[in-house]
């Protein structure tokens, strides 16, 4: 089964908590802190994977959430970090972002690694927390959450050539005698129903990959028939190779097919229309086709495009075709620009915030402290914890806290929020 669209939920592994340990040594009754610190959360990674060549793993799994850091152990010791996850994706993946439709990644590169989402950061452990004040302190950080992303893959195909056309213009027939893939072929429209790919070998070091895309009709570039589901996969192509009826088997004008055909092109993407092509007369062994071959000619290359004549049921010219498509190949090739591909996805990030840095806005008889800096130390702490909230107080008068609230001639008993700690003030 085919399977070129899919929305996953990615999840980096969360931070080990920090704790709270003391030294235990004989001879030594009061022995010092000793909490180690949290490991890291495993981290999420792309791998593009060449024997990969659908999206169909995702279909069963949606779910990918990374291993979280071990908490910190005694006499100093960190917990141990999270595994990381490598998610292994095909080559010609593209990566949006699950809500916003923004393309983040465009996985192309075989065996490249690309970090997604990174772990959480572990939390400190009470070793610290130590002050010439403070010398045995009985709390330590939480580690940090893992971040969490929703995505949506959707591949499009690697291929140097695709094949468009009506249905029945003979693109499976003509795979399956210039490669070795073996495409359902028969007399009815819409026989295929999933992109072939196929490998055209010509002579030693001279091969390309050619995609037989599910023939478009009138309005693909809406979504008709088989529409949009498969155009994507010959956005990527170098050349294209248009095949057309001459024959007119199903009744239909050939010239007026092709006139069609590559006003869906042009509609669905002015690249694509610009795209080089080759326009192929297939079915050229049945009488009916001499006619329309002549003016199927002079369309192509009234338009500045090659023309070859071909049947792909007997091999009629197939072998010259795709010389020719090589050649072209090669060319094209040679003035590729270099592009590497990225390590790491940059995600917005919360930007770094100190916390001395905060304002302190009314919300009714409230006053609310914000300061993102602030905020992220709170998530961190246990506020249960009565040695936390006396390292907290210490803190808000160190960064001039409660200063700030006497300026503001804050009313005593008035209630402070500090992200989710809530205390009366008092001068």
């Known amino acids: 089964m085919f399977i070129d669209q899919a929305r996953i939920y990615v999840k980096a592994g969360d931070g080990g908590d920090g704790v709270v340990r003391f030294r235990r040594e004989k001879y030594i009754p009061a022995g010092g802190p000793a909490g180690g610190d949290g490991g890291r959360g495993g981290s999420v990674y792309f791998l593009v994977d060449e024997g990969l060549s659908t999206l169909m793993d995702f279909r069963y799994r949606r779910k990918f959430v990374a291993s979280s850091g071990q908490a910190g152990q005694s006499k100093n010791m960190s917990g141990k970090d999270g595994e990381d996850l490598v998610i292994k994706v095909p080559p010609g993946t593209l990566v949006k972002h699950g809500e916003t439709g923004e393309v983040l990644l465009d996985l192309t590169t075989p065996g490249a690694k690309v970090l997604v989402l990174p772990g959480g950061r572990g939390g400190r452990g009470n070793t610290h927390f130590t002050t010439s004040t403070r010398q045995a302190p009985s709390f330590a950080e939480r580690g940090e959450p893992g971040q969490e992303l929703w995505l949506n893959l959707e591949l499009k195909l690697l291929a140097d050539v695709g094949l468009v056309g009506y249905p029945n213009a003979g693109k499976s027939t003509l795979l399956s005698v210039v490669s070795a893939a073996r495409p359902k072929v028969a007399n009815y429209p819409f026989t295929t129903l999933i992109p072939n790919l196929g490998v055209v070998s010509l002579e030693l070091g001279h091969s390309f990959v ?218």
């Open 210 to 427: 050619i995609a037989d895309i599910p023939g478009l009709i009138e309005g693909a570039h809406q979504g008709v028939g088989l529409g949009m589901d498969f155009l994507r996969h010959i956005e990527r192509t170098r050349i294209i190779l248009h095949l057309v009826d001459a024959a007119g088997v199903d009744g239909r004008d050939p010239v007026d097919d092709y006139h069609k055909i590559n006003s869906e092109l042009r509609l669905y993407s002015e690249d694509l229309a610009n795209c080089p092509q080759i326009v192929v007369a297939n079915k050229a062994d049945l009488p009916e086709a001499a006619e329309n071959i002549k003016r199927l000619e002079a369309v192509a290359k009234g338009d500045g495009r090659e023309f070859f004549v071909i049947s792909a049921a007997t091999v009629l010219g197939t072998q010259g075709l795709m010389q020719r498509t090589d050649q072209i190949i090669r060319e094209l090739k040679a003035h590729d620009p270099v592009v590497e591909q990225v390590q790491e996805l940059i995600l917005p990030q919360e930007e770094f915030t100190p916390v001395d840095e905060y304002t302190i806005v009314r919300d009714n008889e409230d006053y609310v402290v914000e300061g993102a800096g602030l905020d992220r130390l709170l998530r961190r702490l246990d506020l249960n914890n009565p040695e936390a909230i006396a390292y907290l107080q210490t803190l808000f008068e160190k960064i001039g806290l409660y200063k700030t609230l006497e300026e503001m001639n804050v009313p005593e008993g008035a209630t402070v929020r500090v992200g989710e700690l809530e205390f009366e003030y008092m001068e």
